[in-house]
DNA sequence: ATTTCTTTATTGAATGTTCAACTTCCGGTA
DNA sequence: TACCGGAAGTTGAACATTCAATAAAGAAAT
């Protein structure tokens, strides 16, 4: 038979180069700065602080602990590992499921409350100061819209352990209400 | 003292919490992504395949690990950790620098730059997939302005052990020349 | 020369994450 | 009812990362 050729790599050009090593550049040294001010302040980790978000947003302040590793991209065993340290801690207690028997629910507890109260506005401010003032009002707009799809993208195609929600976007930096 | 009151914190609007979040979604998925086709199709990890990049594209593919450490945005002791298990890997491995006694070099190796040939094809392939071929050209290009504006500000920024870097670029993706 | 300060790099312990195996229960079907 | 496949969640071991302590050598000052 011929020899069958491979299609030439479909290499990035000089622009895509630059804004991809960009990407990696933010990808990488981003949550360090984010994780370094949560923790110094607050005591706190950006995962941390991403459960106390979805948990203060949720009906009763509680989520199904499958749900809530989709909303916070982890994987169940993260999550579960997580929790036990977050119980610990007296942020969230697990509370077994009437409808289902297999399932739990995390549920944020008063102290978890506090203290997402407390750390909310220096996280703001963090992520402002790393992140969103350095944008302009027309950047923010297109970032949004840009990586509206890919999130949308990388949640549809999935596979594997990990991230396993649906419908709702992603959650981060204030409180929810009351 | 009259009461302190603190400033009202400056709450992101609807429109920065939506870009946040998709921002949050794309730190979180993506890199799952990538690692996880690059360690089925070449059993790398991207740390790994940074590496090789960077080392790829140096004079006499080598670099001093301090400075390796910061082109690929991590600490001197992870770098140290995973020179270990590449070099036991056989992808890399370390010289001690004449011109400064307490240094080292790392140096790819055959075995590596072959390894990286291989992959690199995939790898775009990858970050296409997933990333780069979801933006529109005009995207791509505000999303390369805005993160380059970020990148510096971090690496200006930075404070502690990680990032020691400056000066060039960030890489990834294709084999330097040659 | 000697002291002191800094930089380079490594180490090991503590901590966090991944992965595959497992338990328990739901839901459907014979 | 009994069976079977799959989903919810946990577990422990393997693996990776962080953090603080250390060794060794350059640089600068006395």
Redesign the interface.
């Known amino acids: 038979m011929g020899a069958m050729t491979?299609p030439e790599?479909?290499?990035?050009s000089d622009?895509?180069?630059?804004?991809?090593?960009?990407?990696?550049?933010?990808?990488?040294?981003?949550?360090?700065?984010l994780e370094?001010d949560l923790q110094q302040q607050h005591n706190l980790s950006v995962h941390d602080y991403?459960i106390l978000v979805r948990l203060s947003e949720a009906p009763e302040r509680r989520i199904r602990l499958t749900e809530l590793a989709g909303l916070s991209?982890q994987s169940k065993s993260r999550l579960s590992h997580q929790m036990n340290r977050m119980e610990n801690a007296g942020l969230v207690v697990r509370e077994s499921c009437d409808s289902d028997r297999r399932g739990q629910w995390a549920v944020l507890t008063e102290a978890g409350w506090d203290r997402l109260v407390k750390a909310?506005?220096d996280h703001?401010?963090s992520?402002?100061r790393?992140?969103?003032d350095?944008?302009?009002e027309?950047?923010?707009?297109?970032?949004?819209?840009?990586?509206?799809?890919?999130?949308e993208?990388?949640?549809n195609?999935d596979?594997?352990q990990?991230?396993p929600s649906q419908g709702c976007?992603?959650?981060?930096?204030?409180p929810g209400p009351k």
């Open positions: 491979e790599p479909r290499w990035l622009e895509e180069q630059r804004m991809w090593r960009a990407s990696l550049g933010v990808l990488n040294l981003l949550p360090l700065f370094r991403e991209h909310a506005p703001v401010e992520v402002r790393h992140y969103m350095l944008f302009t027309e950047q923010k707009k297109v970032v949004g819209e840009a990586f509206a799809t890919i999130v993208h990388l949640r195609a596979g594997g990990t991230c976007p992603g959650a981060e930096t204030k």
